[in-house]
């Protein structure tokens, strides 16, 4: 079994910044600058990602992205 996969995107770094919400760019997931990561199951676009429950590697997300892609 593949280890799962934590996002290393840190919106704590972000604090005092010029922005609020904003979509993670590595899992596609809102984050809020300054506050810690947070991660959707449904939405996280992040391969085997450990927000993800326990036997899943892929969000309904991800799967429905990856058949776009493979149709344009």
Do not use: F
Not at 12 to 30: F, K, N, W
Not at 31 to 42: E, F, N, Y
């Amino acid at each position: 079994m593949t280890e799962r996969r934590t996002c290393p995107e840190d919106p704590i770094a972000l604090l005092g910044r010029p922005i609020g919400q904003y979509h993670c760019p590595v899992c596609g997931c809102m984050q809020v600058a300054g506050l810690p990561h947070m991660c959707d199951p449904d939405l996280c676009l992040l391969d085997n990602c450990d927000c993800l429950p326990e036997g899943v590697t892929k969000s309904a997300n991800l799967i429905a992205w990856e058949q776009r892609e493979g149709e344009l």
